[in-house]
């Protein structure tokens, strides 16, 4: 993560920087942010875009905060998403949400009703293909931003967040990635060891994610085909990039992170054994892949699978191996060459309470909130960015069985989500099924992916 100082003295940090930065982006050519809101208190005013479960539980994490923050605006294409979200944090949090009817938003152009709001902050968590464009939007509009991984689902969605970031630095606008392990003070303190040499030369990882799978919700008569793709995004390369994109994006993460950025090439293989049927769209139900990394002239391979079938082996960690020793990531603990622990991260703080070792989702709104209030600009959009690529590029060699270089797979043309065409529901989405309701299924030594 990178952090840039507000220059400006807090009354602070959110009335102030949105006038240096409306200076900063005329000096700059660019269309003035918006001015500070008319409020003269401390409180951060925050946007939904994307009121599912993973949204719904960002902005509860946001208003954990300390500090006064309010929850002033919603979006989301489904009315009933935005209600159920709505009713569950009036519950949870009172007058701490202020979302009358004016400020509920409905459709594929909602979020840009958003971002017309007096507010501060916004929060990005519709379904990953729609994030670049929304990113962008709020880019755009001069707000601060967190949003959820993956930041894309394809290179071209990849290189947009990432030209699009190089406008928010000039803006002064924070954002964060929910790459939550980044927070986990688990994860900083081993990653840190491994980093220092504590097992030598790191000459090989693991990364898993592999379990059950997740939801799946039936067709409904009357529904269009976008609605029915909308509705189970997961399913379908669009809206989702594959499990491998969605989840396994995590682990992954991880070892870039270790590794000190992303790998040089990969090559493996995957497909559908056990959740063949229609109703899981066109995603793999495993994927196997061989990461290489290239670091001062050495080499170093990562074993990656994800995998989503049940009444199997269960696992959800990385494991580091270094010439000094081994590392178990996830749980914090090295050893030595001969297997025997030689470092544990503590399980018990001094006040001899149980430590919640793996709490990032909660962490990572408490460090962004303090760190707006502090004057400062975290921004996470980079490694988000090149994770998420990470996990495109295993995706890209599984569906075409081929040994593909990071740079050609991040220069990829081929547009996988296409979201800015698509305005209601009575549109037809990029990929459509066949005569039996089954989907087109990538096919290895066929697809193409470059």
């Known amino acids: 993560m990178t952090t840039q ?39 951060i005013r925050i946007g939904l875009v994307g009121c599912g479960g993973r949204g719904r539980g960002a902005a509860e ?23 159920s979200a709505l009713q ?4 949870q949090h009172g007058a701490k ?16 009703k958003v971002m017309e709001q007096d507010l501060d902050l916004i929060i990005l968590a519709t379904p ?7 990113f962008e939007a709020a880019v755009n509009a001069g707000k601060h931003i967190f949003m959820e991984k993956p930041v894309a689902v394809d290179a071209i969605g990849v290189r947009k967040v990432i030209d699009m970031n190089e406008l928010a630095k000039t803006k002064n606008l924070a954002v964060q990635v929910g790459l939550q392990r980044h927070h986990e003070p688990i994860y900083i303190e081993t990653i840190k060891r491994l980093q220092d040499g504590e097992i ?41 990039g594959d499990h491998i994109t969605e989840q396994h994006i995590h ?35 495993h994927h196997f892949v061989e990461f290489t990394y290239e670091n001062d002239g050495e080499s170093s391979v990562l074993l990656s699978q994800c995998r989503h079938i049940p009444n199997c082996w269960s696992e959800v960690n990385e494991f580091a191996h270094g010439s000094e020793g081994s590392c178990d990531i996830g749980n914090g603990r090295i050893f030595d060459t001969k297997g025997q622990v030689k470092w544990e991260y503590p399980r018990v703080d ?40 990470t996990s495109v590029l295993g995706r890209m060699a599984t569906y075409s069985g081929q040994r593909i270089k990071w740079k050609d797979a991040l220069a990829s043309n081929i547009s996988v989500s296409p979201v800015e065409k698509f305005h209601s529901f009575s549109d037809t989405p990029p990929v459509v099924p066949n005569a039996d309701m089954t989907y087109p299924i990538p096919t290895p030594g066929v697809t193409k992916v470059l």
């Open 61 to 83: 994490q946001a208003m954990n905060t300390e500090g006064p923050t309010k929850l002033v605006a919603m979006a989301d294409a489904f009315e009933d998403n935005l209600q």
């Open 5 to 43: 100082k507000s220059d400006s003295s807090r009354r602070g940090f959110l009335k102030t920087s949105a006038t240096a930065t409306a200076g900063a982006s005329l000096l700059a050519g660019l269309s003035p942010v918006r001015a500070a809101h008319a409020s003269s208190d401390e409180t």
């Open 251 to 285: 682990n992954l993460d991880v070892i870039n992170w270790l590794m000190g950025g992303p790998p040089a090439e990969a090559q493996g293989q995957g497909g559908r054994q056990v959740r063949t049927g229609k109703e899981y769209g066109e995603i793999y139900d």
């Open 200 to 240: 030598g030369r790191i000459v090989a990882t693991r990364a898993y994610w592999n379990g059950d799978g997740v939801w799946v919700r039936p067709r409904k008569d009357g529904q269009t085909e976008m609605e029915y793709q909308m509705r189970n995004w997961y399913y379908f390369n669009w809206l989702c």
């Open 350 to 389: 001094a006040d001899k309470k149980r430590r919640n070792l793996h709490d990032g989702h909660q962490q990572e709104h408490h460090d962004l909130f303090a760190a707006l209030r502090r004057g400062d600009i975290p921004n996470e959009a980079e490694y988000g960015a090149y994770s998420t690529m």
């Open 128 to 134: 990953p293909g729609f994030r670049p464009l929304h």
């Open 97 to 112: 949400v202020d979302v009358p009817k004016e400020r509920q938003f409905v459709g594929f152009d909602a979020y840009q």
């Open 88 to 91: 569950g944090l009036t519950r």
